[in-house]
């Protein structure tokens, strides 16, 4: 999962709002306080009660996603979770959404590399109806040839637009760089080779294997009774049969040599006016002892107009609008990355006279981004931007809170990762005890080596 570090500013009376709801927070919280139980299928249920409106969102998580595909097979997690949509042995694609539309609802799918999700949000007495067609989507998926051919070319038109993508290019080339093995060295759709050698019966296979109820988390947030949401997911769910084959172990990723990442850098030309520079800097897996301090440090480093690169790259330096940062968030070791689109070419003086080449400005940008990791890797940061950066990164995980699918989506990611689902009431509380000591030794103890990928304009000759 990817979490940006947000880039725009938090409106005064907005930021004011949040410090108020921050304040109340802890008798609001308590009073909704989400709910775990498990039926005797080993299905988990998570459940929370929010009735600020009429409305209920469903997020089903199935643990795996690209982590439990064959490494052989790069792609089939994806495949086969956007099939679901596509037929069941009792509905056609059409007939799925029809009810759902009839609602007013929204039914998705999405695959990642811990998880495949399916998503529902509806009004809250539509719940039943949603939560009946959820149901026979995950579990009786159809497979049916045409609608496989279908999907596969769709999925194969989708590489064409993604590779047109700076962002998305340089991500991809950020995992292979980074990751040595593993499902985090690979993209989420795979590749076009595998995709078209992927066959009904892999992702049937596939399906039966991983969408198992030991296997599935189905979270239920939103206007709701409690114990009638968990009679209605035992009513939709709880006469599926957990898998007398387990499924599969995800996959584990490992880094390459701390020493080759220095000198590992990815170039890639690309029909664009900008060059782009991503660099990713390794980190460990999620814990509860770290998690806070490195959201916190991402805030520090590239969210909002204090962040760091917004002050010294953008304002100081005018070297780029919008840089920013990311953590690229796993079950598994993750990863913190700086990015920055910026002109190939400037002008100093003159229409004719000296101007720095591609390679002086990206070796400008480069070094301005670098200097900034490396300052608060050396230096323990004032007591103001470290208060900014925790009231920022509180502040947008609140904000995120504001829509319902949002507080399906945390509760599900945090049970799923390890860190359990209370921790979504935790994390704000944790966030607000880190100090200048823990952003420090977590900057001393990661930002020692890293990698970069490069996107530069085409030549005029390439274009041609």
């Not at 249920?45 to 595909?69: D, L, P």
């Not at 995709?195 to 039966?208: A, G, M, N």
């Not at 172990?249 to 060059?275: E, F, H, I, M």
Request: proline share 6%; net charge positive.
């Amino acid at each position: 999962m990817i979490r940006m570090a947000r880039v725009g500013r938090l409106c005064v009376t907005g930021f004011l709002a949040v410090l108020a709801w921050w304040s109340a927070m802890p008798a609001s919280w308590a009073q909704n306080r989400p709910h775990l139980t498990r039926l005797r299928n080993r299905l988990t249920v998570i459940t929370k009660e929010v009735h600020s409106s009429n409305v209920v969102a469903v997020s089903v998580f199935v643990r795996g996603g690209v982590s439990a595909e064959p490494a052989d097979l790069p792609g089939l997690a994806n495949f086969t979770h956007h099939m679901l949509l596509r037929g069941t042995t009792h509905r056609t694609a059409e007939e799925i959404m029809a009810p759902i539309e009839a609602i007013g609802g929204t039914l998705r799918a999405r695959a990642d590399h811990d998880y495949s999700m399916i998503y529902l949000l509806c009004a809250a007495d539509a719940l039943r109806t949603g939560l009946t067609v959820m149901s026979d989507v995950i579990r009786n998926p159809r497979f049916d040839p045409a609608e496989v051919e279908k999907q596969r070319e769709q999925i194969l038109s989708a590489f064409t637009r993604l590779d047109q993508d700076p962002r998305w290019v340089l991500q991809k080339e950020m995992g292979r760089l980074l990751y040595a093995s593993g499902p985090y060295s690979r993209v989420v759709p795979g590749t076009p080779e595998s995709v078209k050698r992927i066959t009904r019966e892999q992702l049937v296979s596939f399906h039966r294997q991983q969408y198992t109820p030991e296997n599935l988390i189905v979270v239920v947030v939103g206007n709701i009774d409690r114990a009638a949401a968990e009679e209605s997911v035992a009513r939709a769910f709880g006469d599926m049969s957990f898998s007398m084959r387990p499924p599969a172990v995800p996959q584990p990723s490992t880094w390459r040599p701390l020493g080759d990442l220095g000198t590992n850098v990815a170039v890639r030309s690309q029909a664009t006016d900008l060059a782009h520079l991503l660099i990713g800097f390794p980190m460990g897996a999620i814990t509860r002892e770290e998690y806070p301090a490195v959201l916190v440090l991402n805030s520090l480093l590239g969210g909002g107009m204090g962040s760091r690169l917004m002050r010294e790259v953008r304002e100081r330096q005018g070297l780029s609008y919008s840089p920013g940062t990311y953590l690229a968030e796993y079950c598994g070791p993750s990863y913190l990355a700086a990015y920055i689109p910026t002109e190939p070419v400037r002008l100093v003086f003159g229409l004719n006279g000296p101007y720095h080449t591609p390679e002086m400005m990206l070796n400008r940008v480069k070094d301005a981004l670098l200097e900034q990791f490396d300052w608060v890797r050396q230096h323990p940061v004032s007591e103001a931007e470290l208060q900014r950066a925790r009231r920022y990164t509180i502040g947008t995980f609140i904000y995120d809170h504001q829509r319902t699918v949002n507080q399906a989506r945390y509760l599900g990611w945090f049970e799923l990762s390890g860190l359990g689902y209370q921790y979504d009431e935790e994390l704000p509380k944790a966030i607000e005890k880190v100090t200048k000591e823990d952003i420090l030794a977590l900057a001393r103890k990661y930002f020692t080596h890293y990698a970069i990928a490069l996107i530069v304009p085409e030549s005029n000759s390439e274009r041609r």
